[in-house]
Each structure stands twice: as structure tokens, then as C-alpha cells.
């Protein structure tokens, strides 16, 4: 079946991978209909040269450029930028203008109504506005085209609008690759692994949607889907971007004639677990949709929120950052803040609001490794979060919990976003219960788990005691649970993290569920990860745990830490223990120590026990 042609073949799905499926949320209606704003579609004629064939002869090749309402208005703002490759049958100016400019209506919508960052989308032609005979024929043209992008089309377009670019050599276009995505249907999806293949260098995130990659052969990724997974797992492995630095979104309709030739490849890609997991590779489908081009929209409604989140800083100036000179009480007051500020920084604590950011250290006498240039690149990364127009902070407590308990008035969950649909972790700082140390040990936990596509929260507790601060945190799982649809994220599989005190909140829900607190039950966690604590109390229905410390902890015990390990493992819970030499209490993500990096480790714990239909 050419996989640019739609027809009544349905697709083989004898196979189970559902384990791998995530659905996508439907477009709302009013995005398929002209926005009261509407973007520009620019034309850019350039000369390029023959890549394909190798002849080295100049040629000039057409590509469309979708500019967001007003841009320009503003000299300081920069853009992300897609590059969307079309299918065989199309060509360049297809993507803005098939379906009565779908995709078009689309961006001004979402663009409108702030559901990404600011977006340019370039859609580019591997073949010069006319079709070759056979989709196969069109093959050296799809390889030949992210080199054409990397020499020719990306300087041109990113140096003539503002984008993240600082300069458009080799180099400037790697610093920028973060604010870069390549994505196509069909033979687009082809072209996007080429992309992949010669150019992981330029683009982080990459869209194959409906085919599979061609790099061993014609229909290779469905024909030999090992064989092309390690292939492109050998050139990650080999560059500087695995774990995180690479995103593979892929989709495809339950109808599409190449939903099979796609969903094998990306299943033999997830058995590649040291390079594929769930923090780089995905897949969506859209129910009932076949192979052409109208479903494409949703793909994108679903993934550009994802690639480019509207809490990205794209403004060039600063929308009120601190730093270290900063007091105190620039934090608590801060607009960005209005109504949380004061838990931002430890708000137990007595402290002298004219106290420098420097000097923040002091302010959490439990833990180590603090400095004022990580706290204020963590306030001014929330700072950008609330500039954009994402919801920071939320009430776990309704006015009535509050008024009978006031001390109920200093909690909440700060929300880091991930990708919609994706389960959520709730991070638990600790402070020996006499402290929230959350500039240290949630906010910058949270905001790492985000970026590797999870959605994070950062819990905001009642300090006095352990029993208080679970009935919190259950009351944050029942909230984010029953608020799934609007905060969009699983409710299945969620983790639980904590340092200290926090270690203690997490593995003590795990134990006992949010019944054991508030008399409301949910499924408990699908792993707790703890860090740094003394906490010896387990049962038989403890989720799996991975647990960790330093081995020059004066506060916890490392081996009180490790029996408790061993008596899960007796009982054939899932557990592992880590020491990290030369660390003490409280280091947070450990930046700079033995431990740097064990988020990730972490997450791929987490990653073993979930269902991966999240």
C-alpha cells in the first residue's frame, strides 16, 4: 500500500502493542474554523543545490513560511520553529492550504489562544513541486532533504526571522536545536528518520507520523524493525544527545494503512531500553483515522504543546528576573507570585526579608549543596512559567478545610507541566517537618521531571509532624486525580518522590494509601523514590522503591536506608539502594557531586512499572 494513499485496506493489528498507545485529545471544533487572528504564509524561493542525485548542480527549490499573528511587534520576543514535511502527493504550499487551510486555522488558533510557545512552522519540498511517479522514486529525495535544510533553508529562514538562533554556522544551529522540531506525514515521516539519522546534531524533537524509516531499505522499520532500532539507536548512542536530548513523537490513525509499518518500528525501538524510553519515545494514535492528510491536525494539537510548552521564556528581555543580589523579599512579593509567594522560599522560617538570594542557604539548615545562583535560576524559570500564562500554583483545600483548620492555608501543589496525557510525580521536599525546602529539593526536581515529559508537582505541606503532612499529600493525590481532564495528565501509574521528611511522606502513602489518611481511596503509587532517610517502617504492600543517600550522611541512616531495601526485596518487591561516595544530607538533585543525574536513573525505575499506556 503506498503510504501516501488511503484506501480500504484496513491495518494488521493481530499483534498486541497497546502497551506502547497513547490516545490523542481531540482539536475543539472552533479550531477548524477561520480565528479572529490569523498568522501570515510568506512564500521563500532559495537556491540550494542537487543533494540528491549528487550532481553538486544549483537549483532552486520553493518553501512556506507560517508566521504567527503580530509577529514582529515585539523585537525582543524569539520563536521556536517546526519544520513539516509533506507527503508524496503534496507539496510545499499543500501543508498551509489542503483542507481549506486546516493546519493554518489550527496554528492561529492555538497560537491565539496560547496553547504553545510562539511557533514559526516551515513547510519544506523534497520534491521541488512535482511529485516523482512512485512514492519509492521519491526515497533519495526524502534522505537528501535534512542536509538541504541543515546548508541551505535553515540559515536563510533563522536568520531572517527571530528565532533562537544566535548565529546560523554548525554551531549556533546545535545551541539552538532545543527550540528546533522536524516532523511530516508519510513520506514526510520518512524524511523525518532521515532527519534522525544525518541531522540529530540540529533538531531535538522529531514527529514521524504513518511511515516507518527507510534507512536499511524501502519499508525496513516494518520488514526488519530490529534491525533499523538499533541502527538508530547505534547513532544516538553515539552522540551527545541520548537520555533527554532527543524526543521521538510518533502517531499514527487506528484506520491508517500505515499504522502497522509504524507501530512495529517504535515497539522494536522501546526493547532498546539504555536508549529508547519513555522520556524520548512515544506513541499516539487518533482513533478512526485513515491515512491522509486532515488528521494531521490533531497530531500536532496534541505534540506542539508538548515540543514547545507555553512556559518556555521566549522573550529576550526579562520579565522580572531576580538574582543573587536579590532579597527575600523580591520573591515573596514578586507579581509572578501573587498569593504564593511566601512559599516559594521556606515560609516556616523566621528570617529578615532583606536577606540577599546569596545567602539562601541559610535558610535551610537541614540541607547542603544550596547556592543562590541554583535558587534564582530556579525562581526565574517559575518567573518565566507564570509569564507565559501557566497556572503555577493550585489549592488542594477548599475555603471551608481552611477556615476549620487555617493551617491548612499553607499548603497547595506547585505544577510543572509535561505532556498532556503523561502520568504525574509528586515531589515531597523535605525540612524535618519544620520546613517546606522545596527551592532546594522540589522545585528543580519537579521542573527536571517535566522536561522529560512527565508532569510534576511540587507539594506545598503542613509542617508539625509526619501524620499532618500525609494527610496533605493524600489530599494532593485525591485533588490531582479528580482534576485530572483539566491539569491533563493519567491518573494511572503515578510516582511518588521525596528527600528526608519528603522520603518519609512518599513511602508512608505507599504503604498505606491515601486511605490511611483521609478515608478516601485511590490506586497507590506505581513507585516511591526516596532520598536520604531513616524511615524503616514497610508492608506487604509496599510499591516498588528505589531508594538513595550519600555515604557522609550525619542525619540518615545509609544503613537503616539498605535493610529496609532487603526486607522489600524479601518479600519480592521491586527495590534497589544507591550510595553516592563523599555526599551529605539533603543534596537535592546533587549538582556538581557524585550523584548528579539520578533523577534520570530514577525515572528509569519509575519507567519499568508503568503500564506504557500512559
Same mark, same amino acid.
Given at each position: 500500500?503506498?503510504?501516501?494513499?488511503?484506501?480500504?485496506?484496513?491495518?494488521?493489528?493481530?499483534?498486541?502493542?497497546?502497551?506502547?498507545?497513547?490516545?490523542?485529545?481531540?482539536?475543539?471544533?472552533?479550531?477548524?474554523?477561520?480565528?479572529?487572528?490569523?498568522?501570515?504564509?510568506?512564500?521563500?524561493?532559495?537556491?540550494?543545490?542537487?543533494?540528491?542525485?549528487?550532481?553538486?548542480?544549483?537549483?532552486?527549490?520553493?518553501?512556506?513560511?507560517?508566521?504567527?499573528?503580530?509577529?514582529?511587534?515585539?523585537?525582543?520576543?524569539?520563536?521556536?520553529?517546526?519544520?513539516?514535511?509533506?507527503?508524496?502527493?503534496?507539496?510545499?504550499?499543500?501543508?498551509?492550504?489542503?483542507?481549506?487551510?486546516?493546519?493554518?486555522?489550527?496554528?492561529?488558533?492555538?497560537?491565539?489562544?496560547?496553547?504553545?510557545?510562539?511557533?514559526?512552522?516551515?513547510?519544506?519540498?523534497?520534491?521541488?513541486?512535482?511529485?516523482?511517479?512512485?512514492?519509492?522514486?521519491?526515497?533519495?529525495?526524502?534522505?537528501?532533504?535534512?542536509?538541504?535544510?541543515?546548508?541551505?533553508?535553515?540559515?536563510?529562514?533563522?536568520?531572517?526571522?527571530?528565532?533562537?538562533?544566535?548565529?546560523?554556522?554548525?554551531?549556533?544551529?546545535?545551541?539552538?536545536?532545543?527550540?528546533?522540531?522536524?516532523?511530516?506525514?508519510?513520506?514526510?515521516?520518512?524524511?523525518?528518520?532521515?532527519?534522525?539519522?544525518?541531522?540529530?546534531?540540529?533538531?531535538?524533537?522529531?514527529?514521524?507520523?504513518?511511515?516507518?524509516?527507510?534507512?536499511?531499505?524501502?519499508?525496513?522499520?516494518?520488514? +526488519?524493525?530490529?534491525?533499523?532500532?538499533?541502527? $538508530? @539507536? /547505534?547513532?544516538? %548512542?553515539?552522540? #551527545? &544527545?541520548?537520555?533527554?536530548?532527543?524526543?521521538?513523537?510518533?502517531?499514527?490513525?487506528?484506520?491508517?494503512?500505515?499504522?502497522?509499518?509504524?507501530?512495529?518500528?517504535?515497539?522494536?525501538?522501546?526493547?532498546?531500553?539504555?536508549?529508547?524510553?519513555?522520556?524520548?519515545?512515544?506513541?499516539?494514535?487518533?482513533?478512526?483515522?485513515?491515512?491522509?492528510?486532515?488528521?494531521?491536525?490533531?497530531?500536532?494539537?496534541?505534540?506542539?504543546?508538548?515540543?514547545?510548552?507555553?512556559?518556555?521564556?521566549?522573550?529576550?528581555?526579562?520579565?522580572?528576573?531576580?538574582?543573587?543580589?536579590?532579597?527575600?523579599?523580591?520573591?515573596?512579593?514578586?507579581?509572578?507570585?501573587?498569593?504564593?509567594?511566601?512559599?516559594?522560599?521556606?515560609?516556616? +522560617?523566621?528570617?529578615?526579608?532583606?536577606?540577599? $538570594? @546569596? /545567602?539562601?542557604? %541559610?535558610?535551610? #539548615? &537541614?540541607?547542603?549543596?544550596?547556592?543562590?545562583?541554583?535558587?534564582?535560576?530556579?525562581?526565574?524559570?517559575?518567573?518565566?512559567?507564570?509569564?507565559?500564562?501557566?497556572?503555577?500554583?493550585?489549592?488542594?483545600?477548599?475555603?471551608?478545610?481552611?477556615?476549620?483548620?487555617?493551617?491548612?492555608?499553607?499548603?497547595?501543589?506547585?505544577?510543572?507541566?509535561?505532556?498532556?496525557?503523561?502520568?504525574?510525580?509528586?515531589?515531597?521536599?523535605?525540612?524535618?517537618?519544620?520546613?517546606?525546602?522545596?527551592?532546594?529539593?522540589?522545585?528543580?526536581?519537579?521542573?527536571?521531571?517535566?522536561?522529560?515529559?512527565?508532569?510534576?508537582?511540587?507539594?506545598?505541606?503542613?509542617?508539625?509532624?509526619?501524620?499532618?503532612?500525609?494527610?496533605?499529600?493524600a489530599q494532593a493525590i485525591d485533588f490531582i486525580i479528580r482534576h485530572a481532564d483539566e491539569l491533563q495528565v493519567a491518573t494511572g501509574d503515578y510516582s511518588l518522590w521525596g528527600g528526608s521528611a519528603g522520603a518519609r511522606m512518599a513511602a508512608y502513602l505507599g504503604?498505606?494509601?491515601?486511605?490511611?489518611?483521609?478515608?478516601?481511596?485511590?490506586?497507590?503509587?506505581?513507585?516511591?523514590?526516596?532520598?536520604?532517610?531513616?524511615?524503616?517502617?514497610?508492608?506487604?504492600?509496599?510499591?516498588?522503591?528505589?531508594?538513595?543517600?550519600?555515604?557522609?550522611?550525619?542525619?540518615?541512616?545509609?544503613?537503616?536506608?539498605?535493610?529496609?531495601?532487603?526486607?522489600?526485596?524479601?518479600?519480592?518487591?521491586?527495590?534497589?539502594?544507591?550510595?553516592?561516595?563523599?555526599?551529605?544530607?539533603?543534596?537535592?538533585?546533587?549538582?556538581?557531586?557524585?550523584?548528579?543525574?539520578?533523577?534520570?536513573?530514577?525515572?528509569?525505575?519509575?519507567?519499568?512499572?508503568?503500564?506504557?499506556?500512559?
Amino acid at each position: 500500500m503506498p503510504p501516501d494513499q488511503d484506501g480500504t485496506e484496513k491495518p494488521d493489528t493481530s499483534q498486541d502493542y497497546t502497551d506502547l498507545i497513547s490516545k490523542t485529545a481531540s482539536v475543539p471544533v472552533i479550531y477548524g474554523q477561520e480565528a479572529e487572528h490569523r498568522g501570515e504564509v510568506v512564500r521563500i524561493d532559495y537556491n540550494t543545490r542537487d543533494y540528491a542525485e549528487g550532481t553538486g548542480r544549483t537549483r532552486t527549490n520553493t518553501a512556506y513560511v507560517y508566521l504567527p499573528y503580530r509577529y514582529g511587534e515585539n523585537i525582543n520576543q524569539r520563536y521556536n520553529v517546526l519544520y513539516l514535511v509533506h507527503g508524496h502527493y503534496a507539496t510545499a504550499a499543500t501543508t498551509f492550504e489542503a483542507e481549506d487551510g486546516l493546519v493554518r486555522k489550527l496554528l492561529d488558533h492555538m497560537t491565539g489562544n496560547g496553547d504553545m510557545a510562539p511557533t514559526i512552522v516551515v513547510s519544506p519540498s523534497y520534491n521541488y513541486g512535482e511529485p516523482t511517479p512512485d512514492y519509492v522514486d521519491a526515497d533519495p529525495y526524502c534522505e537528501a532533504l535534512p542536509q538541504e535544510l541543515v546548508n541551505d533553508l535553515i540559515p536563510l529562514v533563522e536568520s531572517r526571522y527571530r528565532t533562537y538562533a544566535e548565529s546560523t554556522d554548525a554551531a549556533g544551529l546545535e545551541a539552538s536545536r532545543e527550540h528546533r522540531a522536524i516532523g511530516g506525514f508519510s513520506m514526510g515521516a520518512v524524511t523525518t528518520c532521515y532527519a534522525l539519522e544525518h541531522t540529530l546534531a540540529y533538531f531535538k524533537y522529531f514527529m514521524p507520523v504513518s511511515a516507518d524509516c527507510w534507512s536499511l531499505g524501502a519499508f525496513a522499520g516494518m520488514n +526488519r524493525p530490529m534491525e533499523t532500532a538499533e541502527y $538508530l @539507536a /547505534d547513532i544516538v %548512542r553515539q552522540s #551527545p &544527545y541520548a537520555d533527554t536530548g532527543f524526543y521521538i513523537w510518533a502517531a499514527s490513525g487506528t484506520e491508517d494503512s500505515a499504522y502497522r509499518e509504524t507501530l512495529v518500528q517504535i515497539e522494536a525501538m522501546s526493547q532498546l531500553t539504555d536508549v529508547f524510553r519513555l522520556s524520548n519515545l512515544t506513541f499516539h494514535e487518533k482513533d478512526g483515522a485513515r491515512h491522509e492528510f486532515r488528521p494531521m491536525a490533531e497530531y500536532l494539537y496534541n505534540a506542539l504543546p508538548f515540543f514547545f510548552p507555553n512556559g518556555q521564556n521566549g522573550n529576550m528581555d526579562t520579565y522580572g528576573h531576580l538574582t543573587i543580589s536579590n532579597t527575600v523579599k523580591d520573591v515573596v512579593e514578586h507579581e509572578a507570585f501573587n498569593g504564593f509567594g511566601l512559599f516559594i522560599l521556606p515560609a516556616e +522560617r523566621i528570617y529578615d526579608g532583606g536577606m540577599r $538570594l @546569596a /545567602d539562601v542557604a %541559610r535558610l535551610l #539548615p &537541614y540541607h547542603n549543596y544550596v547556592t543562590g545562583e541554583e535558587a534564582v535560576e530556579t525562581i526565574n524559570t517559575m518567573i518565566d512559567h507564570v509569564h507565559a500564562g501557566n497556572r503555577l500554583f493550585y489549592d488542594i483545600y477548599s475555603d471551608s478545610d481552611k477556615q476549620a483548620d487555617p493551617r491548612k492555608n499553607n499548603t497547595g501543589l506547585f505544577f510543572f507541566r509535561g505532556e498532556p496525557g503523561r502520568p504525574f510525580a509528586i515531589v515531597c521536599p523535605g525540612g524535618g517537618f519544620s520546613y517546606v525546602g522545596a527551592i532546594h529539593e522540589g522545585f528543580p526536581l519537579a521542573i527536571a521531571l517535566s522536561k522529560m515529559g512527565y508532569n510534576a508537582f511540587s507539594i506545598q505541606y503542613r509542617t508539625g509532624g509526619a501524620q499532618v503532612a500525609c494527610e496533605d499529600l493524600a489530599q494532593a493525590i485525591d485533588f490531582i486525580i479528580r482534576h485530572a481532564d483539566e491539569l491533563q495528565v493519567a491518573t494511572g501509574d503515578y510516582s511518588l518522590w521525596g528527600g528526608s521528611a519528603g522520603a518519609r511522606m512518599a513511602a508512608y502513602l505507599g504503604s498505606y494509601g491515601t486511605q490511611g489518611f483521609i478515608g478516601i481511596e485511590h490506586a497507590r503509587p506505581a513507585a516511591v523514590i526516596m532520598g536520604y532517610t531513616s524511615h524503616s517502617d514497610y508492608t506487604a504492600d509496599d510499591p516498588p522503591t528505589y531508594a538513595l543517600i550519600g555515604d557522609n550522611d550525619a542525619i540518615a541512616s545509609a544503613s537503616v536506608m539498605q535493610q529496609r531495601v532487603n526486607n522489600l526485596q524479601a518479600l519480592g518487591i521491586d527495590a534497589e539502594f544507591h550510595l553516592y561516595p563523599n555526599l551529605r544530607h539533603g543534596f537535592g538533585l546533587g549538582t556538581g557531586t557524585s550523584a548528579e543525574g539520578w533523577e534520570k536513573e530514577a525515572v528509569r525505575f519509575w519507567e519499568r512499572h508503568i503500564s506504557r499506556k500512559n
